[in-house]
């Protein structure tokens, strides 16, 4: 107060007091002269106490009776002015604390009086608070008096003066209380506990209380006497009281002042003895009313139910429960049942709202609860009270939707009427969905029942409405909603407390717990391990704290969750959907932490359904135990709780609409914005909480995968699940707020698997049990139809064994175990996924860190690859693709540390099949090809085997050709690996074999291997030509040509490793055993013609039937043997069996030389060259290095033969001399003996001719298919022979040589097709040999040379020789037949305007070139042997001559020209050496019949029948007749020179000849055309001067020929005559017309023979000339002359000549006599 104390603020209060005492006495100065005394001297006496004081305000207060007494007085005027003015100052002194107790009392007394005037009211009640508030001087009776005065004023009429009474009254309660408290804190430290009073009976009994207490204390006690309408004790002079005010006062009192009530029993005893049984009485009207029965039951209308008392006696009773609980533990009982029973749906409607606020207020104290379950609910024979609490809210709400609120004047089921009073009024349509489907209104809406959600507190405070209104008497209109809005966060506050605290304390003792326990062996250890391992004083605190716990939920957990699901299924407000949820998961995890089975799986499950679209067929939600709950009712203490299921027609925007998890999905289902707010709920709770899930992870996965399918996601890689790009089905339709929704969604559902490594291993074990039964109803429903299948459970699978790989030991088998099911089911989305997930999580495996590490934990990885390999069992390609995928990963990230799990990797390469398609195949091959390639050298080499077994098994898939040749190749790669790792795979496989054989033998079993007495190593080697051998066979023609190729090449190269004996198995097992086959499957192909190959692949005509492409086979086959035999015959040969196997591969050659197929058979002729090169060993025992040399010379080749060779160039390892030099270090060269040589060759010489006669003979029929063997085949065939003469040329006989004249005649008459004749023929005009016809002359030259430097014996050959050359010569104008094969003409051949694919013509060769080599040839021979004797004896020269008779006689008709120029000078040339000889011998008659012969032929060469061709130039015409002069002279120079020891007959014939050619021989039948050509005039001359020389020589021997000649003569001079008379008669008549051409022609010969003659005459001796012959001349003359009058020019000409030489007759001669006489 130091305000009032300074001396300033004295002196202003004195100078006031003295101002208002003289206001006062100005005012009495007229009508109360007393006080206007009294005020005079109180001035006096004031500036007296002034003037004596120091302390002036002490000095004041004690006068203060006297002081005050002047304004007590002018109080008592009743003047309002005066009054006010006194009171002000009486005011003024109170504030300044200078009134003492007796000034108090009288001021009390004053103001008493004032107030039963009435008058100011306002002033009187201001200045008792002023009085009461500033000290405490006033006490007991006058306290009391005050009070009473104040509670007097508040029953005036005035209502300003009520209220401000009431006000008053109040503050005056507390100040009382304040005081008695305040007197507390004084005496605390003296007294430290207050003497106990035991059983007070007395209620007056106050003698131990102190004055401020004694005051409060029958303060309080009187108002609870005035509640009750009983008399007060102290508060005398109370006129009226509310209860209401009553009640108001006490429930002040008992919250403002707890303490007082609870330190001090006299106050505690007033609260059990007064204030309960009070209340309980108050209660009871309420308690009895029944809405709806009337007045009928009760007689006093008074009974009705209250507003006012109703709502503060809860007030009041929320205070006794909330301060004095631990005091009134059974009134308590009385009053929450009392609570629990206003919430009835009988009561009225304001009743039970503020019943709810009542109850709000105590669900937000969870220690509270907690305090009603422990005194309650956990004691025997005691109401269940926290139970009911929950229960009956629970009721309520549910009421609240069942029956439409009769507190309302509109029902809630008609929506539409505004509510009366209510603050917010529903939009007309229930459905409250506004527009695009936005709700409105936050609101809970339940069929049909809409109830809107007020905002009426803040979280976790219990701030009420109704139970404020302290003003209205009337009960309000409770606005629709309000009573549910409080209901519901009642729930909310009451979960949300509980949970908060136990979960608090369960922390608490389990981090004690952990403090406690050193060896805390996993970080959070369940609560049953806890139990067994706590010291024990913790363990009876714990177990004391767990069933407070255990009881509290148990109590709450039923009606909590029937009303949260109501709610849930309610609510259509989003903050309010998340509050429910949040509500039931923070219980299901709290009920999961205490192990409460039941209630945990049955809040879950709530959760699980509203995460579903209404209705929704989920079998596991319906039938868990844990759903018990669904649709029963259940009766709690007496009272039904409904549990309601979802209702369809919650009127929630629909955010998705999908396809519904089921066998038959019947239409689609929508998911609302609310089941995306479970989802993410349920989800929270098994992430946050999976640790406490237990058997409920079967409810949760089993919603999450139905929600996942209904929303689409599907999985991606990892097992994380991911929104569907075209979300599958038309039927799933999402709306952009949930798009945006669904990674967050899909995100968390793989963090909820993420954090399964926390779990221990129990709670994982549940997870995975229930993710694999999910998987199991998955694959029941993907049975038996292709629809899409929920993938989920096995996505999840993969995504927990991912993230708990650290243990993977624990899970692996369970895990995989159902995978591999998977994997076999018949829908190829759920296969493929498990597949997915079973690689995915091998692959992890393999890669992860283990400790200790794979490479030392050989166990585990065997367990690790395992189910990789059970993956071959399962048929369905897609896996077995996924399976192979695996592998190669594997192989690309762990090859190297494969180990002991090679043969289970390499065995799933090896199990893929044939018929298991493409893609498959494809990447199995890529495994092996990668394992070859890089992992050869880590595998153990006991797998070697099985790789080459593997990779020959791709060989033989014929699905994709690449592959099979692909796997050739690396066949050939793993023969190099072998190669170069040879010694360290030896030395391994040798142990190992050693190893195996010792097992063997303890087992007694035989070691059972493929070729097994080779040693191990060559087994290996055996196995990979055993398998290249299968290729070499395979139907597809690429493949057998590769692993043809291969294995030649790698015997080739690699051969040389195997032992000496084991070569003895590739020969015969290897080698020949392919032959066999080969040759079988190509005499048995087909011939059909193969259409292109596959898509555009266009296949050459040289392989279009599955024959020729066996054929290429063949041929590969038997070059790759007779290459082995040729470079290995140092190796063979010693093998024992040798010629055994000679004839074997001799057969094999036969047969492809005889088969039908032109390249086969051309190719075993190669090999057959090839194999012939070879020579035995040399037997030069001190050279043994030097490697046999091929010393025969071998024609080579032309190029158009060479067939389709190898491809890969052979590498010889090393020389075959350094091979024998090695051979010969251990023994020497092996000598094979002569004689087995010999027969070798011999068995060779038999195959060639074998060969050779089968291939030329000519088939019997012919037609289109008719096999005729090619050119090259036989120019092959024959060239053979010269090499293989050299070796048999000692024993060659004529039997042999009669053998090769055939086949060599048959070889040369064999056609060729036209199609092939360009490239075989040289173009006609070209004159050239083909390579068979040069063969051919080269073989018979050598076997020519051979017998002119062999022994005599060997010369009878010579005409066989010849007769064969001469048959050839023939073929120039006669081709050989072939058969009955009709051969055409070369020339005619249409090979120059080929019409295409027009069946082959066969064309005879151009044998011209050939014949006249054959020619020049036998002229040659001839010219070397005409003088041996076996030439003379078998009359070759007859022969030859006879054979040229014919290209002679054919002159112009031969086929070609030059053949008879040829056969004339070859005549010439063998007539010049060969007429000597025959007139040597012609006494011995050996040629006898030659001469006839001869004149034949000249004579059909000289007067040839064949006409000369019409283009014939002069020039080529006179050269021809100068070839005709050289032969007329041959004959006068070597023929009738030696007539003598010539037959007479053959002189005759050439006379005749010669006359026949003196006469212009021609023929009468010359057409037009030929008019041009000229008379062979230098020949009419030539035989002329010959026959005149001949016949007029001197020498005429005999008349006869004399005769001959002149007789010719006589005949052609007058056949001169005849023509010419016949010309001058035909010139006669014809007139001016030309003659016809050849008479013209005709005359002209006659002119010019005639000329001839007179000239052939005129040289001639004249003595040799017949008289008669000059007459017969003389004689033409006139007729001559007669022609002069021919037209013709030409014929003028011709007789000018004709008539110039008988110029030389126009004298007579002078001998005329003699002569006539001669």
């Not at 079998?619 to 039904?640: D, E, F, M, R, W």
């Not at 899970?811 to 079973?838: F, I, K």
């Amino acid at each position: 107060m130091s305000g009032t104390n300074s001396p300033e603020a004295v002196k202003k209060l004195l100078e006031n007091m003295q101002s208002d005492l003289r206001a006062l006495s100005l005012e009495c100065k007229k009508k109360f002269p007393p006080v206007k005394e009294a005020a005079e001297s109180g001035i006096i006496k004031v500036k007296t106490i002034a003037a004596r004081n120091t302390e002036i305000l002490a000095a004041l207060k004690e006068n203060s009776s006297e002081v005050v007494q002047p304004f007590l007085m002018g109080c008592g005027t009743k003047e309002p002015k005066i009054t006010q003015l006194c009171l002000a100052a009486i005011q003024r002194l109170m504030s300044h604390e200078v009134v003492s107790e007796t000034a108090a009392g009288n001021i009390i007394n004053m103001l008493w009086q004032l107030m039963e005037n009435s008058l100011e009211e306002l002033k009187l009640l201001q200045t008792v608070l002023v009085l009461l508030t500033t000290n405490t001087v006033v006490h007991d009776e006058s306290l009391s008096k005050a009070i009473v005065l104040c509670f007097r004023l508040h029953f005036t009429k005035d209502n300003i003066t009520n209220n401000t009474a009431a006000a008053t009254v109040r503050q005056v309660v507390t100040v009382v209380f304040e005081r008695m408290v305040a007197e507390d804190e004084r005496h605390r430290d003296i007294i430290e506990q207050p003497v106990l009073v035991q059983g007070n009976s007395n209620r007056r009994s106050v003698s131990t209380l102190k004055p401020c207490a004694k005051d409060a204390y029958m303060l309080f006690q009187d108002l609870c006497q005035l509640v009750n309408a009983d008399a007060p004790y102290w508060l005398v002079g109370m006129t009226e009281m509310t209860r209401t005010f009553g009640l108001e006062l006490l429930e002040s009192v008992l919250n403002d002042f707890p303490q007082v009530f609870l330190q001090h029993q006299e106050f505690s005893f007033l609260l059990k003895e007064r204030v309960c049984p009070l209340v309980i009485k108050l209660f009871s009207p309420n308690i009895k009313f029944r809405q709806g029965s009337g007045s009928s039951s009760s007689p006093a209308p008074v009974e009705k139910p209250y507003f006012p008392i109703c709502m503060r006696l809860l007030r009041v009773v929320s205070v006794l429960i909330k301060q004095f609980y631990s005091l009134l533990v059974t009134e308590c009982e009385i009053f929450l049942s009392l609570l629990v029973k206003f919430l009835d749906a009988d009561k009225p409607q304001w009743l039970r709202a503020v019943a709810v606020e009542s109850i709000h207020r105590l669900c937000v104290q969870p220690q509270l609860l907690r305090s009603f379950c422990q005194s309650y609910d956990m004691k025997q024979h005691s109401t269940k009270v926290f139970r009911d609490i929950v229960n009956a809210l629970g009721s309520f709400i549910q009421s609240l939707f069942l029956v439409p609120p009769t507190g309302n004047p509109a029902t809630t089921n008609q929506a539409g009427n505004n509510n009366s009073g209510g603050p917010v009024s529903a939009p007309a349509n229930s459905g409250m969905l506004g527009i695009g489907g936005v709700t409105l209104l936050p609101a809970f809406e339940y069929r049909g029942t809409w109830i809107p959600i007020l905002t009426i507190t803040v979280q976790g405070s219990a701030k009420a409405t109704y139970l404020e209104m302290l003003d209205k008497v009337e009960p309000p209109t409770i606005p629709e909603g309000y009573a549910m809005s409080v209901a519901f966060h009642c729930l909310l506050d009451l979960v949300r407390g509980i949970t908060s605290m136990i979960e608090g304390e369960l922390g608490e003792v389990e981090t004690e717990y952990q403090t406690t326990t050193e060896a805390a062996s996993s970080p959070t250890q369940s609560s049953e391990q806890q139990e067994l391992q706590s010291t024990s004083d913790q363990m009876d605190k714990e177990i004391v704290s767990r069933a407070v716990w255990e009881e509290m939920v148990n109590a709450c957990w039923c009606g909590l969750l029937a009303a949260l699901s109501l709610l849930l299924d309610a609510s259509t407000d989003e903050a309010a959907t998340e509050n429910i949820l949040k509500a039931e998961l923070t219980m299901a995890a709290l009920c999961g932490r205490l192990g409460l089975v039941t209630s945990r799986d049955a809040f879950i499950t709530a959760i699980c359904k509203g995460s579903l679209p209404p209705h929704y067929a989920l079998t596991v939600l319906n039938t868990t135990t844990a759903a018990t709950l669904s649709n029963k009712s259940y009766s709690i203490q007496g009272q039904s709780v409904m549990m309601i299921s979802p209702s369809s027609e919650s009127h929630q925007q629909v955010v998705a609409v999908g396809q519904p998890l089921a066998v038959q999905p019947q239409g689609t289902v929508m998911l609302t914005s609310k089941n995306i707010q479970c989802m993410r709920t349920l989800l929270n709770l098994a992430h946050c909480h999976g640790a406490v899930l237990g058997t409920s992870w079967q409810l949760v996965l089993a919603t999450l995968q139905h929600l996942v399918w209904i929303l689409g996601l599907k999985p991606s890689s990892g097992g994380a699940l991911k929104p569907g790009r075209a979300v599958e089905g038309p039927s799933t339709v999402l709306t952009t707020a949930v798009m945006t929704d669904l990674p967050v969604i899909s995100n968390i559902l793989s963090r909820l698997f993420e954090s399964s490594q926390y779990l221990d291993d129990v709670s994982l074990h549940h997870l995975i049990n229930a993710l694999c039964s999910l998987s199991l109803e998955a694959m029941d429903m993907a049975y038996g139809n292709n629809k899409e299948p929920s993938l989920f459970a096995v996505a999840k699978l993969l995504e927990t064994g991912l993230v708990n790989m650290h243990r993977i030991e624990i899970l692996w088998r369970p895990l995989t175990g159902h995978l591999l099911e998977v994997c076999q089911h018949p829908n190829s989305r759920m296969r493929e996924w498990g597949a997915e997930a079973l690689t995915s999580l091998i692959k992890a495996g393999l890669t992860f860190n283990h400790d200790p590490p794979l490479s030392q934990n050989q166990r585990l990885q065997l367990l690790l690859l395992n189910p990789l390999k059970e993956m071959s069992s399962i048929n369905h390609p897609d896996i077995r693709l996924k399976q192979l995928e695996c592998v190669l990963q594997i192989l690309q990230s762990q090859g190297d540390s494969l180990g002991p799990g090679w043969p289970l990797v390499l065995g799933v390469m090896g199990a893929i099949r044939n018929d298991q398609g493409e893609s498959l195949i494809r990447t199995a091959f890529q495994c092996l090809q990668l394992v070859v390639t890089d992992f050869l050298p880590t595998m153990p080499c006991t797998c070697l085997q099985i790789v080459v077994d593997v990779a020959g098994s791709f060989g033989l898939h014929n699905q994709e050709l690449n592959i099979s040749l692909t796997s050739i190749g690396l066949l050939w790669n793993i023969s190099d690996y072998f190669f170069q790792r040879g010694e360290t795979i030896e030395k391994e496989l040798n142990k190992e074999e050693a190893a195996q054989q010792k097992q063997a033998e303890e087992k007694g079993v035989v070691l059972n291997r493929p070729f097994h007495p080779a040693p191990p190593f060559d087994c290996l080697w055996l196995c990979l030509y055993a398998k290249l051998g299968e290729l070499c066979v395979d139907p597809r023609p690429a493949v057998r040509k590769s692993a043809g190729q291969t294995l030649f090449s790698t015997i080739g190269a690699h051969g040389t490793l195997l032992q000496h004996s084991t070569w003895h198995t590739v020969i015969w097992k290897v080698l020949f055993h392919l032959l066999d086959r080969v040759r079988e499957s190509s005499t048995t192909a087909d011939k059909e013609k193969i259409e292109s190959g596959g898509g555009n692949i266009l296949i050459h005509h040289s392989r279009d039937t599955a024959e020729k492409q066996w054929a290429e086979t063949w041929v590969l086959t038997l070059a790759g043997v007779a290459r082995i035999f040729n470079t290995r015959r140092y190796l063979l040969q010693p093998l024992g069996d040798f010629s055994r196997a000679w004839d074997v591969l001799l057969d094999h050659i036969q047969s492809a030389a005889l088969s039908k197929n032109n390249e086969v058979s051309l190719a075993a002729l190669k090999s057959f060259q090839e194999i012939l090169q070879i020579v035995s060993p040399i037997r030069d025992s001190d050279k043994p290095e030097t490697p046999p040399v091929v010393n025969v010379p071998v024609p080579v080749l032309i190029g158009s033969i060479s067939g389709p060779g190898l491809s890969r160039p052979f590498v010889r390892t090393d020389s075959v001399g350094e091979r024998l030099g090695r051979y010969s270090s251990s023994e020497p060269p092996i000598v094979t003996d002569e004689l087995e040589d010999l027969n070798l060759w011999w068995a060779a010489w038999n195959t060639w001719y074998r060969i050779g006669s089968e291939s030329t003979k000519p088939p019997v029929t012919f037609d289109k298919l008719t096999f005729i063997p090619s050119q090259p085949f036989l120019t092959a065939l024959i060239q053979i022979f010269p090499a293989l003469y050299q070796h048999i040329k000692t024993g060659f006989n004529m039997d042999d040589l009669q053998k090769l004249g055939v086949i060599l005649h048959s070889a040369v008459s064999v056609p060729i097709s036209s199609d092939a004749s360009p490239f075989i023929l040289p173009s006609y005009t070209e004159a050239v040999l083909t390579s068979l016809q040069e063969a051919v002359l080269t073989a018979l030259d050598v076997l020519q040379k051979a017998i002119c430097v062999g022994p005599e014996n060997m010369q009878i050959m010579y005409p066989a020789i010849f007769d064969q050359l001469l048959a050839f010569v023939e073929f120039s104008c006669k081709p050989p037949q072939y058969g009955q094969l009709e051969t055409k003409h070369i020339a005619n051949a249409k090979y120059n305007q080929i019409q295409l694919f027009a069946p082959a013509e066969w064309v005879a060769l151009n044998y011209v070139p050939f014949a006249e080599r054959s020619l020049e040839v036998v002229v040659d021979l001839y010219q070397k042997t005409a003088c041996h004797k076996a030439v003379v004896n078998e009359k070759v020269l007859q022969n030859i001559i006879k054979t040229l008779r014919v290209p002679l006689s054919l002159k112009y008709s031969c086929p070609s020209e030059s053949t008879w120029k040829l056969a004339v000078s070859s005549l010439l040339k063998v007539l010049s050496i060969g007429l000597p000889v025959a007139r040597q011998h012609a006494s011995s008659g050996k040629f006898d019949s030659m001469w006839p012969e001869l004149a034949n032929t000249f004579e059909d060469f000289l007067f040839t029948k064949s006409i000369p061709p019409d283009n014939l130039s002069i020039q080529e015409f006179q050269r021809n007749e100068s070839i005709d002069v050289e032969v007329v002279q041959l004959i006068s120079t070597e023929i009738l020179p030696y007539a003598n020891f010539i037959p007479k007959e053959f002189v005759g014939q050439i006379m005749t000849m010669l006359n026949k050619g003196s006469i212009h021989s021609q023929s009468s039948s010359f057409t037009e055309a030929e008019i041009d050509i000229r008379l062979r005039e230098e020949f009419s001359k030539m035989c002329f001067e010959t026959l005149l020389q001949f016949s007029f020589s001197n020498k005429v021997t005999t008349p006869q020929e004399g005769y001959i000649s002149r007789m010719a003569l006589s005949v052609l001079l007058k056949r001169s005559q005849d023509v010419l008379h016949r010309y001058i008669e035909d010139e006669r008549l014809s007139g001016k017309c030309p003659l016809p051409r050849q008479q013209v022609t005709e005359i002209i010969f006659v002119l010019k023979a005639v000329s001839t003659l007179i000239d052939s005459l005129k040289k001639t001796q004249p003595e040799n000339v017949d008289g008669n012959t000059w007459a017969q001349v003389i004689a033409l003359y006139p007729t001559l002359v007669e022609c002069i009058t021919c037209s013709s020019a030409e014929v003028c000409s011709a007789l000018k000549e004709a008539l110039v030489p008988f110029k030389d007759f126009m004298q007579p001669p002078a001998s005329k006599v003699q002569n006539g006489e001669s």
